[in-house]
């Protein structure tokens, strides 16, 4: 009898993959199960990770496994070969088959026979495991598996349900077809180069990347090679998928390969059926190329529709054109003319795009215009002047100004009288060709007009006309007037009773306020704005919003944010072709790069400012193509002319003088911005002092006049450090004073970390007593800080200065030191009355007296090494500000992360050296009795490992000495 024990050999070069490597049988699981479609690489990953291992027992499965004798004999032949004792015999179990205690039985003597031998036992294709014994009995391994076996499994076939629970408890981890299938970085990396159109045709299927990857080899032209892999391809989803599926679902495959989407429903009505999401199950559960895309909707993956389509006999066309006229009688334009496109018939196109009209763009569907105007102008149809109007639209969305003109005024005046709403969405983007190609005030007299056409209309359609208005306002630094009219919409949502569009108006103040300088403002309406569903979002996107709050997030302190979403927003304007939007998504992202570098400079440390050059380039390039965005290009040539003065000093004054001719062409905005970048350049380089102040000077007052204080806050603290340095206090605590103030109110934080020019600002604050606590927070942000007092958790409770921590600092109160405790514990922050509940919850006193007094006890003793009042209040809760806190808790869990990650001896050693006590031991705290429990069980599991160590090594006094310890700590 052949049995499949032995590992199989891989010829083809492998990629290593460690990041799924890392994944397989994690410390505290009980199973690694990996399932996916054929041909996704699970065979070869098990390869890769019983590569260099001495004890692992691979058993590849085959349809003869599916009887219970057969399998027993498998497993017992696999594990013979690994252990020279085993006492387990398949034969000894043959009057238990289809016994209830069959599972059960053979467990207790496979478990009792292997003892405590270590061993990996692999089982690949498990998913030819169909009798109900068999899976019981692997079921049963799982969970009572002992800690000396690693189990792993690879199948075609979904979890098993009898181990969800397991599953849902961690026990489980799974890899799945998303895990495994190749990123762009891989495949790039496997094949030497990189084809886009390949690798979103293989959309990572393991199978395929390699299978292009040999046909190219002997530099053979891709497309050439792409040919050979596809047949080589077919020839196995035919003989290894195809062939082994019912007929009833082979003729639902090739009845469905040319529906881009399967509904339920549709596939219900088209099929004459009525069990279509069982099929669609059923081929989701075997990972049969099947992705679920909502609750009643599918897709096949690329290369299986495209074999489907291959092998459909006529039956998908068939199926197509039924689609495609059910739809378009049925009044479903949208999803007819996807039909109509893939069935190449341009009448039923053309028909639906007049049908549909201004749907196209209300709903947030013009994308897929590309694709129908594309396709009848290659079929040479002429088009009527309703689809004209649709293309002069659409190309407006796009940003093709100059066409769409063309369209919109040759077909507006053919527009009958009842079609208001067509000639209203016509009008407005009229507007916008007016503001890229002629003037704002053109583009606003064309909204204007519109106004008394939506007395009446729904707010949806109010929306379309006002958000150009305000879009104007905005960019032409009229920020109260759009501000007072995005309220004023806002409100009229309201009365009428639409919290949807008025929630698309409060995303535009993202916008607004960003203009304003107020970034705090500016971050609540975009986080409020995430609320708005997806599909609505993109529609939204002509106005973009994320640009603006990833630049508003850096000021704010939460750089971290910045450039994810900048690259999301990047990625999302490319995919909706919105070329209007790309010249201040550039100009911001290069803004974003170089403040960082700049910080970098500042700080002393090696700066490369060629990134955010190239995304300038960029941003100049695009804002030279539309009216609207003329003001971003004159702010790059003044961008790049401030930086010529750090590098050509002595050209300082005619330099600035270029600039001051540039700066009286763009709007209020720039200006002020303009006006604190050269002041900022002059005084870095220590040029005309006198002429750096009245730049600063110049930079506030039109921000202030516009209600702008984007650079004019940053412009209050560059002027107190100027007066700082002159010796001019009263000056510098007045500029201070207006600086740390617009900052809190507006939150400008990040600028803070510049230490050579806001040290001396922030120094003279705190010694004054300009905003105490708010100067503090600054100088914690910006690092100016040093830790100061150190609190010991692990058996006695007590606080010390950081220098000295054998000296503690005496809390007045037992009742005060269990209140710094508990907030220790809680750092995350907790409301008032959880404290009182859980510390003073049988008081009769006047609890929040007590709790005032308890924290002025803290304050003090704090104070008295040197630290400020530990205790926050932010949000409608209580925190411990930990900047200038060292606690031997965290220590400890830095020491537990490392050793749940790798449990070894190591790691242990640093576990038992952290812990030095009970936590919190001379508090009765039964709030902490959690924590105390877990970090009393990782000290046990550390020193299990220690103890086993010792003991294989002989050291018997450590081992002494660890057993005392325990014993002394009650363990």
Request: charged residues 25%; contains cysteine.
């Amino acid at each position: 009898m052949k049995l499949g024990n032995i590992r199989p050999k891989v010829t083809e070069a492998l990629l290593q993959r460690p990041r799924l490597l890392d994944k397989i049988a994690l410390p505290g699981t009980q199973l690694t199960y990996i399932h996916a479609d054929a041909g996704y690489g699970k065979t070869t990953l098990l390869l890769q990770y019983a590569k260099g291992r001495d004890d692992v027992v691979w058993m590849a499965l085959d349809g003869k496994d599916r009887e219970p004798l057969f399998f027993l004999q498998h497993l017992e032949s696999s594990l013979r070969e690994k252990l020279v004792q085993f006492e387990f015999h398949a034969t000894d179990y043959i009057p238990f088959a289809g016994s209830d205690t069959f599972a059960a039985v053979v467990l207790s003597g496979l478990l009792k026979a292997i003892g405590s031998s270590t061993l990996t036992i692999i089982l690949d294709d498990v998913h030819v495991i169909t009798n109900h014994q068999l899976i019981d009995l692997l079921t049963e391994w799982v969970k009572s598996s002992p800690p000396n076996l690693t189990l792993i499994m690879a199948s075609r076939h979904e979890l098993w349900s009898s181990l969800f629970r397991l599953k849902v408890a961690g026990e489980v981890v799974e890899l799945t077809k998303k895990d495994l299938c190749f990123s762009q970085e891989e495949a790039a990396r496997l094949w030497g180069f990189f084809d886009e159109a390949a690798y979103s045709a293989t959309e990572g299927w393991t199978l395929a990347i390699q299978s292009y990857r040999l046909a190219a080899e002997g530099n053979k032209e891709f497309s050439l090679a792409r040919l050979d892999a596809d047949r080589d391809v077919s020839r196995y989803l035919f003989n290894e998928i195809f062939m082994g599926i019912t007929e009833e679902i082979r003729d639902f495959l090739k009845a469905t390969s040319r529906l881009p989407e399967l509904e339920v429903q549709v596939c219900n009505h088209l099929l004459n059926i009525r069990h279509s999401q069982k099929i669609l199950e059923e081929l989701m559960h075997r990972n049969l190329f099947t992705l679920r895309t909502s609750s009643t909707s599918y897709r096949y993956h690329t290369l299986f529709r495209n074999f489907l389509q291959q092998n459909d006999e006529g039956r998908g066309w068939e199926i197509l054109h039924k689609a495609k006229d059910s739809c378009y009688e049925s009044g479903d334009y949208g999803r007819a003319a996807e039909y109509a496109l893939l069935a190449e018939d341009e009448r039923i196109v053309h028909a639906c795009l007049s049908a549909m009209a201004g749907e196209f763009f209300t709903k947030g569907s013009s994308r897929n215009l590309k694709r129908y105007f594309d396709f009848l102008e290659a079929r040479h149809v002429e088009l009527t002047p309703r689809v004209q109007l649709v293309k002069g639209i659409y190309l407006s969305d796009g940003g093709d100004f100059y066409q769409a003109e063309k369209y919109l005024r040759v077909v507006m005046p053919q527009l009958k009288s009842d079609e208001q709403d067509l000639y209203i969405l016509a009008m407005t983007h009229l507007a916008r060709v007016k503001r890229n190609r002629a003037s704002f005030p053109e583009s606003n007299a064309c909204l204007d007009s519109l106004l008394p056409l939506l007395e009446g209309a729904p707010m949806v359609a109010w929306y379309g006309v006002v958000i150009e208005k305000i879009h104007n306002l905005t960019l032409t630094s009229q920020l109260t007037e759009a501000l007072d009219l995005t309220i004023g919409m806002m409100n009229k949502c309201l009365v009428n009773g639409d919290l949807r569009i008025k929630g698309w108006f409060e995303r535009y103040l993202t916008v607004i306020y960003f203009y304003k300088g107020d970034y705090k403002h500016c971050l609540q309406a975009y986080e409020k704005s995430l609320a708005i569903p997806q599909e609505e979002q993109d529609q939204l996107m002509r106005h973009g919003v994320g640009v603006y709050a990833a630049k508003a997030y850096q000021i704010a302190g939460q750089e971290d944010k910045a450039l994810p979403l900048l690259d999301a927003e990047l990625y999302r304007m490319r995919q909706l072709g919105l070329h209007e939007e790309f010249s201040i998504n550039y100009l911001l992202y290069a803004e974003t790069l170089n403040t960082a570098e700049q910080l970098n400079y500042y700080l002393g440390e090696a700066a490369d400012f060629s990134v955010s050059d190239r995304y300038l380039n960029m941003a100049e390039d695009y804002a030279l193509l539309n009216r609207s965005t003329r003001e971003h290009w004159l702010f790059v040539k003044i961008w790049k002319a401030c930086t010529e003065i750090f590098g050509q000093p002595e050209k300082t004054e005619e330099i600035t003088a270029g600039i001051l001719m540039l700066i009286q062409d763009t709007t209020p905005f720039f200006q002020t911005v303009a006006y604190g970048r050269m002041a900022n350049a002059l005084q870095v380089h220590k040029k005309n002092r006198e002429q750096s102040i009245e730049y600063y000077r110049k930079s506030i007052s039109i921000g202030e006049e516009i209600g702008c204080y984007a650079y004019a806050t940053l412009a209050y603290g560059k002027l107190a450090a100027i007066y700082l340095e002159e010796g001019d206090e009263e000056q510098a605590r007045s500029y201070t004073y207006r600086f740390l103030r617009l900052s809190r109110q507006y939150d400008h934080r990040y600028y803070i970390r510049f230490k050579p020019l806001f040290a001396a600002v922030l120094k003279q604050a705190a010694e004054a007593g300009i905003m105490t606590d708010y100067t503090r927070e600054l100088l914690n942000y910006g690092g100016y800080t040093s830790v100061r007092v150190y609190i010991n958790t692990l058996g006695t409770f007590y606080i010390a200065p950081d220098h000295e921590r054998k000296s503690p600092i005496k809390i007045r109160t037992q009742k005060a030191r269990e209140l710094l405790a508990y907030l220790l514990e809680h750092r995350e922050g907790v409301a008032k009355e959880r404290i009182f509940n859980d510390l003073w919850w049988d008081s009769e006193a006047n609890v929040t007296s007590l709790f005032h007094t308890r924290r002025g006890e803290i304050k003090r003793a704090f104070e008295s090494a040197g630290a400020g009042n530990p205790i926050l209040y932010e949000r409608g809760l209580y925190r411990l500000e930990m900047a200038e806190i060292r606690c031997d808790l965290d220590a400890l869990r830095q020491a537990a992360a490392d050793f749940a990650w790798q449990p070894n001896f190591t790691n242990a050693q640093k576990v038992v050296e952290h812990y030095t006590g009970r936590y919190l031991n001379d508090l009765e705290a039964l709030w902490a009795e959690g924590t105390r429990l877990r970090l009393e069980e990782l000290f046990l599991s550390a020193a299990a490992v220690l103890q086993e160590g010792y003991a294989q090594s002989g050291d018997k006094s450590s081992a002494r000495e660890l057993t005392r310890r325990c014993a002394q700590m009650g363990h």
